[in-house]
């Protein structure tokens, strides 16, 4: 029996082709093929198949599947060594012959040709990698792609095709080949996505040694332009390096043909290893089959050492042995705000049984019923907890959510409630389980560790909470669910809790209360644009869609409610739909759903008999549908969920009809279509939106949509291009503006007590002849909070008690102008949102924020880069790109160091960024900066001293010795002192020296000389 998976999926039995069934089922051979001899989950399978939203049948779906599949391979197998699909926990094991994979032997092929390549034999490398190479026939599971299928491991799948054909032109190239690979090089290049900078530029030197030097530069100008448009790079060094040969005729270009067993002087790059972050197992995992099923670890992704490393030799070089190199390994540490599951299970096996095999089965179940629900919502199953029948399950890593204890309760709930309905039943009958599980929300100490290639591995998370909510399960009842005093407050809008802490769900409670006591301020042009663009769209009766982008807090569901009290009392009357995009968990139409349900009046009490009868009647009264009505119905019926889920094929399918019915809606009345949170909706409805857009005409239907900027990292040219698309952007509100929430806020709860003038301040009061109930602390709060309306009611209801401030792990020492304020303390909500928007960022550009925030205020490209050993011109671009994501300000004056200088929009971004650093992190970063400052920037005291008196700190809280440190510090102080003093700047003088002596003890003998000098300078001053 033969599999090939390097084009369209294909089995093949005594010269003939198996028939595979549908697309799910041949996702599921295709996905257990490209994990050919190891176990893969059974979530993972589910996810394969219907990505973050499957049905609640999915896994009996599943196992459907994987059984018509074992009986079609028993069916056909012939011989001992005949391919087996067994069960293997958590999962499923695909047991083949290695020769029987066509994949395998691609593997195998390139892994020779890549070692006869380094021992010299360049003809004998070629003839092989040539070999592998004509095993494809076209993308791998090109059938499966079809339909939309974009599994990571389908792209390490290409990532190796990739490698081989760059490891067999180079072969080629020495060998002096050239003119016969131009067209291969020519196809690779056109399909690489994203572009391969060393197929072009082994395509730029074919092409050069062909005589065609122009075509050569136009292929290094098109790769520049895709770099530059598409990330904002360039191209590296060797191909810069190679551009300059082309231009220069260098003659090195022109190698002569070599011959076999020419002596090798450059490496061939053959990586026969997939890339990075991949799931294709390492080679000696998937060569033969074991003889027994076994539960094994997810394979270790592997990649090239030199995946990520500036690639300067010469490309098209002979190739030669090499060196071995070890991989690289960076382990990345940092402090979140974590929400965590400790899952205990109660198993009793029917009477009598006590096959360690059956129990095996009942925690393979349980593992992946937890893993589904957990995943679900966006939270993380820990692997080596899986042992016994415990689990502990975590939200917020890597990544924060706003909502993270909310989902952890709710993953807790779904989780109880699927046990309790009855695990699958073993042999012998169905087991008693019952899950004891507890909740914690805290600060967490989060190290990733690559797990053999760059990126993130599993998590190691430590923290006293784990600790403390260990002891708490042990006293939770089977059956039950108890969360921490933070989860319980942070989810109190959204779960009732008994007096013994059980939550049940309930609506979130309304905080109009609070938020509208703060008068929706700056917000008028706005309101103009949309009431202009919603009269346009009735008098011209056309679409229009209206995108409300802004920051969370900024206000977009506030204006929206404002707006739409308008309509309400408005002329025309206008028909008004809402839906909202829930987020992880969900099913990706929910708000198009929630939309038709409220159309047609369908309530959550209604049967499904009663919920048809309405469906009908509101289709059938609908103007223009009466040739398509039973189309229309079926496609409504699987929208609101009475049908099985479909593929996401299949969902598109249903497009056109449900447009249909929006347009019938909007016919007979001006209609009204919002759509919030858009920036958290899945891909197929952010398609539905743009076809309805599009392609709607002749009826009056306004689309409103609010999301954050998080939509055009997804959809870079979203309302771009469209008919009648607009994009407003609310940006944060003025001094003024934020004065008069805060004051309005303030007023209410009595906070700043004792009306008086606004004194001096960065921002006088907006009302200069109405007294103020205005505070030194109200205005503190003004420059915290950037803004953001939002900030400010969390603020007060933080005072108010209703939410809890950030720990004192997670929030950084406010400064001592606040200290003795308990109103300026970081609310939890607050921290959660920033952090979570800081989340969003790539790596790098995460690094150089926090690097920022442990420089200062203002910060340059220079220093940003010595504290994280990075290029200056790379910091700078990361800046630039930070900058248009509102996260910092460029400051328009002049800078000291002749580069652009920038500032944190927020206080509070920077005070974020910076708590999310471990401690020893912190501490070894200022001391950086400090003796960065004292060689290149001595006329600014504050940033010296500031990041000497830090280092000192956070040494003496680490329980560091101090003492040569304080005395470096001093004679650092008292140098910088005597520069500045000498260029004139007598103040900075000052400051260096009064510093200088609260280092030095009373009885030291160099005090009263240092006590002179600061006194002439200040005399001087």
Same mark, same amino acid.
């Given at each position: 029996?033969?599999?090939?998976?390097?084009?369209?999926?294909?089995?093949?039995?005594?010269?003939?082709?198996?028939?595979?069934?549908?697309?799910?089922?041949?996702?599921?051979?295709?996905?257990?093929?490209?994990?050919?001899?190891?176990?893969?989950?059974?979530?993972?399978?589910?996810?394969?198949?219907?990505?973050?939203?499957?049905?609640?049948?999915?896994?009996?779906?599943?196992?459907?599947?994987?059984?018509?599949?074992?009986?079609?391979?028993?069916?056909?197998?012939?011989?001992?060594?005949?391919?087996?699909?067994?069960?293997?926990?958590?999962?499923?094991?695909?047991?083949?012959?290695?020769?029987?994979?066509?994949?395998?032997?691609?593997?195998?092929?390139?892994?020779?040709?890549?070692?006869?390549?380094?021992?010299?034999?360049?003809?004998?490398?070629?003839?092989?990698?040539?070999?592998?190479?004509?095993?494809?026939?076209?993308?791998?599971?090109?059938?499966?792609?079809?339909?939309?299928?974009?599994?990571?491991?389908?792209?390490?799948?290409?990532?190796?095709?990739?490698?081989?054909?760059?490891?067999?032109?180079?072969?080629?190239?020495?060998?002096?080949?050239?003119?016969?690979?131009?067209?291969?090089?020519?196809?690779?290049?056109?399909?690489?996505?994203?572009?391969?900078?060393?197929?072009?530029?082994?395509?730029?030197?074919?092409?050069?040694?062909?005589?065609?030097?122009?075509?050569?530069?136009?292929?290094?100008?098109?790769?520049?332009?895709?770099?530059?448009?598409?990330?904002?790079?360039?191209?590296?060094?060797?191909?810069?390096?190679?551009?300059?040969?082309?231009?220069?005729?260098?003659?090195?270009?022109?190698?002569?043909?070599?011959?076999?067993?020419?002596?090798?002087?450059?490496?061939?790059?053959?990586?026969?290893?997939?890339?990075?972050?991949?799931?294709? =197992?390492?080679?000696?995992?998937? %060569?033969? +089959? #074991? !003889?027994?099923?076994?539960? &094994?670890? $997810?394979? /270790?992704? @592997?990649?090239?050492?030199?995946?990520?490393? =500036?690639?300067?030799?010469?490309? %098209?070089? +002979? #190739? !030669?042995?090499?060196?071995? &190199?070890? $991989?690289? /390994?960076? @382990?990345?540490?940092?402090?979140?705000?974590?929400?965590?599951?400790?899952?205990?299970?109660?198993?009793?096996?029917?009477?009598?049984?006590?096959? $360690?095999?059956?129990?095996?089965?009942?925690?393979?179940?349980?593992?992946?019923?937890?893993?589904?629900?957990?995943?679900?919502?966006?939270?993380?199953?820990?692997?080596?907890?899986?042992?016994?029948?415990?689990?502990?399950?975590?939200?917020?890593?890597?990544?924060?959510?706003?909502?993270?204890?909310?989902?952890?309760?709710?993953?807790?709930?779904?989780?109880?409630?699927?046990?309790?309905?009855?695990?699958?039943?073993?042999?012998?009958?169905?087991?008693?389980?019952?899950?004891?599980?507890?909740?914690?929300?805290?600060?967490?100490?989060?190290?990733?560790?690559?797990?053999?290639?760059?990126?993130?591995?599993?998590?190691?998370?430590?923290?006293?909470?784990?600790?403390?909510?260990?002891?708490?399960?042990?006293?939770?009842?089977?059956?039950?669910?108890?969360?921490?005093?933070?989860?319980?407050?942070?989810?109190?809008?959204?779960?009732?809790?008994?007096?013994?802490?059980?939550?049940?769900?309930?609506?979130?409670?309304?905080?109009?209360?609070?938020?509208?006591?703060?008068?929706?301020?700056?917000?008028?042009?706005?309101?103009?644009?949309?009431?202009?663009?919603?009269?346009?769209?009735?008098?011209?009766?056309?679409?229009?869609?209206?995108?409300?982008?802004?920051?969370?807090?900024?206000?977009?569901?506030?204006?929206?409610?404002?707006?739409?009290?308008?309509?309400?009392?408005?002329?025309?009357?206008?028909?008004?739909?809402?839906?909202?995009?829930?987020?992880?968990?969900?099913?990706?139409?929910?708000?198009?759903?929630?939309?038709?349900?409220?159309?047609?009046?369908?309530?959550?009490?209604?049967?499904?008999?009663?919920?048809?009868?309405?469906?009908?009647?509101?289709?059938?009264?609908?103007?223009?549908?009466?040739?398509?009505?039973?189309?229309?119905?079926?496609?409504?019926?699987?929208?609101?969920?009475?049908?099985?889920?479909?593929?996401?094929?299949?969902?598109?399918?249903?497009?056109?009809?449900?447009?249909?019915?929006?347009?019938?809606?909007?016919?007979?009345?001006?209609?009204?279509?919002?759509?919030?949170?858009?920036?958290?909706?899945?891909?197929?409805?952010?398609?539905?939106?743009?076809?309805?857009?599009?392609?709607?005409?002749?009826?009056?239907?306004?689309?409103?949509?609010?999301?954050?900027?998080?939509?055009?990292?997804?959809?870079?040219?979203?309302?771009?291009?469209?008919?009648?698309?607009?994009?407003?952007?609310?940006?944060?509100?003025?001094?003024?503006?934020?004065?008069?929430?805060?004051?309005?806020?303030?007023?209410?709860?009595?906070?700043?007590?004792?009306?008086?003038?606004?004194?001096?301040?960065?921002?006088?009061?907006?009302?200069?002849?109405?007294?103020?109930?205005?505070?030194?602390?109200?205005?503190?709060?003004?420059?915290?909070?950037?803004?953001?309306?939002?900030?400010?009611?969390?603020?007060?209801?933080?005072?108010?008690?209703?939410?809890?401030?950030?720990?004192?792990?997670?929030?950084?020492?406010?400064?001592?102008?606040?200290?003795?304020?308990?109103?300026?303390?970081?609310?939890?909500?607050?921290?959660?949102?920033?952090?979570?928007?800081?989340?969003?960022?790539?790596?790098?550009?995460?690094?150089?924020?926090?690097?920022?925030?442990?420089?200062?205020?203002?910060?340059?490209?220079?220093?940003?880069?010595?504290?994280?050993?990075?290029?200056?011109?790379?910091?700078?671009?990361?800046?630039?790109?930070?900058?248009?994501?509102?996260?910092?300000?460029?400051?328009?004056?002049?800078?000291?160091?002749?580069?652009?200088?920038?500032?944190?929009?927020?206080?509070?971004?920077?005070?974020?960024?910076?708590?999310?650093?471990?401690?020893?992190?912190?501490?070894?970063?200022?001391?950086?900066?400090?003796?960065?400052?004292?060689?290149?920037?001595?006329?600014?005291?504050?940033?010296?001293?500031?990041?000497?008196?830090?280092?000192?700190?956070?040494?003496?809280?680490?329980?560091?010795?101090?003492?040569?440190?304080?005395?470096?510090?001093?004679?650092?102080?008292?140098?910088?002192?005597?520069?500045?003093?000498?260029?004139?700047?007598?103040?900075?003088?000052?400051?260096?020296?009064?510093?200088?002596?609260?280092?030095?003890?009373?009885?030291?003998?160099?005090?009263?000389?240092?006590?002179?000098?600061?006194?002439?300078?200040?005399?001087?001053?």
């Amino acid at each position: 029996m033969h599999f090939k998976v390097l084009g369209a999926l294909e089995v093949e039995a005594v010269g003939s082709p198996l028939p595979l069934g549908g697309f799910n089922q041949r996702a599921v051979l295709g996905l257990l093929l490209l994990h050919a001899n190891n176990t893969v989950a059974a979530s993972r399978l589910i996810k394969g198949l219907w990505g973050d939203t499957p049905p609640a049948t999915a896994r009996k779906m599943l196992q459907n599947y994987v059984s018509r599949l074992r009986s079609l391979l028993a069916a056909s197998a012939q011989g001992e060594r005949a391919p087996v699909l067994l069960t293997s926990p958590p999962g499923y094991l695909l047991r083949v012959p290695a020769e029987s994979v066509d994949l395998i032997r691609f593997e195998r092929l390139v892994e020779r040709g890549n070692a006869e390549a380094h021992s010299g034999g360049t003809e004998a490398a070629a003839r092989t990698l040539r070999e592998a190479l004509a095993l494809w026939r076209g993308h791998a599971l090109a059938d499966l792609v079809e339909f939309g299928i974009e599994w990571p491991e389908l792209s390490a799948v290409q990532n190796l095709r990739f490698a081989a054909i760059e490891a067999y032109v180079d072969a080629e190239l020495s060998l002096g080949r050239h003119q016969a690979v131009l067209d291969e090089l020519e196809r690779a290049v056109a399909d690489a996505l994203p572009p391969r900078e060393r197929l072009c530029g082994q395509l730029m030197l074919a092409l050069y040694r062909s005589g065609r030097q122009a075509d050569a530069l136009t292929v290094y100008r098109r790769l520049r332009e895709t770099l530059a448009d598409q990330l904002g790079l360039d191209p590296g060094r060797a191909l810069q390096q190679l551009e300059r040969q082309i231009l220069d005729h260098d003659p090195s270009l022109m190698l002569p043909a070599a011959t076999e067993g020419v002596q090798a002087t450059h490496p061939a790059r053959v990586a026969a290893v997939p890339a990075a972050g991949t799931a294709i =197992p390492a080679r000696q995992d998937r %060569g033969e +089959p #074991p !003889a027994h099923p076994v539960h &094994q670890p $997810p394979p /270790v992704p @592997v990649v090239s050492p030199e995946a990520d490393q =500036p690639d300067t030799e010469p490309i %098209g070089a +002979p #190739p !030669a042995p090499r060196k071995e &190199q070890a $991989p690289t /390994v960076s @382990v990345r540490t940092e402090r979140k705000r974590v929400s965590v599951l400790h899952i205990r299970t109660r198993i009793e096996l029917p009477l009598g049984t006590d096959d $360690p095999e059956d129990m095996a089965e009942v925690l393979s179940n349980l593992d992946g019923l937890i893993r589904s629900e957990v995943e679900l919502l966006g939270g993380l199953v820990q692997n080596f907890w899986a042992v016994g029948s415990a689990w502990l399950a975590l939200f917020g890593v890597p990544s924060t959510g706003e909502d993270d204890p909310e989902l952890a309760v709710r993953a807790a709930l779904a989780i109880r409630d699927r046990i309790a309905t009855g695990p699958s039943p073993t042999r012998c009958g169905p087991p008693q389980v019952a899950a004891q599980i507890a909740i914690a929300t805290g600060d967490a100490l989060v190290t990733y560790r690559p797990t053999g290639g760059v990126g993130d591995g599993s998590p190691d998370v430590q923290g006293s909470m784990l600790n403390t909510n260990l002891r708490v399960i042990d006293e939770v009842p089977p059956g039950a669910i108890r969360v921490c005093d933070v989860t319980r407050q942070a989810t109190a809008d959204v779960f009732h809790y008994s007096p013994q802490g059980e939550p049940t769900p309930r609506n979130p409670a309304p905080r109009a209360h609070l938020s509208g006591l703060a008068p929706l301020v700056e917000r008028d042009r706005e309101m103009d644009i949309l009431g202009n663009l919603l009269a346009d769209t009735h008098r011209r009766r056309q679409p229009n869609l209206m995108t409300l982008l802004g920051e969370a807090g900024i206000g977009k569901t506030r204006l929206v409610a404002e707006w739409l009290a308008t309509l309400r009392q408005g002329v025309p009357p206008a028909r008004l739909l809402t839906g909202t995009s829930p987020g992880p968990g969900t099913e990706p139409m929910a708000p198009l759903r929630a939309i038709a349900r409220s159309f047609a009046g369908i309530t959550e009490t209604d049967s499904r008999t009663v919920a048809e009868r309405k469906l009908q009647v509101a289709v059938h009264g609908l103007p223009q549908t009466s040739g398509s009505t039973a189309w229309l119905l079926s496609h409504l019926r699987t929208l609101l969920g009475w049908s099985e889920p479909p593929m996401p094929t299949a969902i598109r399918h249903s497009f056109p009809a449900w447009r249909l019915f929006l347009e019938a809606v909007a016919v007979e009345q001006l209609t009204v279509v919002v759509l919030e949170d858009l920036h958290r909706a899945d891909d197929l409805l952010l398609d539905f939106v743009e076809e309805l857009a599009n392609q709607t005409t002749g009826v009056p239907l306004s689309i409103l949509a609010t999301a954050r900027p998080e939509l055009l990292q997804r959809r870079p040219f979203w309302g771009g291009g469209m008919r009648n698309a607009t994009v407003i952007t609310l940006t944060p509100l003025s001094a003024t503006g934020t004065w008069h929430v805060l004051e309005s806020l303030a007023l209410h709860h009595g906070i700043c007590a004792g009306a008086q003038q606004p004194g001096p301040g960065p921002v006088p009061g907006p009302d200069r002849g109405r007294e103020a109930a205005v505070s030194a602390q109200c205005r503190a709060l003004l420059r915290r909070i950037g803004g953001n309306p939002l900030f400010a009611t969390e603020y007060f209801r933080m005072h108010r008690g209703e939410i809890p401030a950030a720990s004192a792990g997670s929030a950084p020492p406010v400064s001592q102008e606040y200290s003795a304020n308990k109103l300026l303390e970081l609310p939890q909500s607050v921290y959660n949102t920033i952090a979570a928007q800081l989340d969003t960022l790539p790596a790098v550009e995460k690094a150089v924020l926090q690097d920022a925030a442990v420089f200062g205020d203002v910060v340059w490209p220079r220093p940003v880069a010595a504290l994280g050993n990075r290029d200056a011109q790379e910091v700078a671009r990361r800046l630039e790109q930070l900058e248009r994501r509102d996260l910092v300000d460029r400051v328009h004056s002049a800078s000291v160091l002749g580069q652009n200088e920038y500032a944190f929009r927020s206080i509070l971004i920077r005070d974020v960024a910076y708590s999310q650093l471990p401690r020893s992190v912190r501490l070894d970063k200022h001391h950086q900066a400090a003796r960065w400052v004292e060689h290149r920037l001595p006329e600014h005291p504050h940033l010296l001293i500031h990041h000497y008196w830090q280092t000192i700190s956070l040494s003496r809280d680490a329980g560091r010795p101090i003492e040569a440190l304080t005395r470096h510090a001093r004679t650092a102080f008292v140098i910088a002192a005597e520069r500045t003093s000498m260029k004139g700047h007598q103040h900075a003088a000052s400051r260096y020296y009064q510093a200088a002596l609260e280092l030095c003890p009373p009885n030291d003998p160099g005090r009263a000389q240092l006590l002179r000098r600061y006194r002439d300078v200040v005399h001087v001053n």
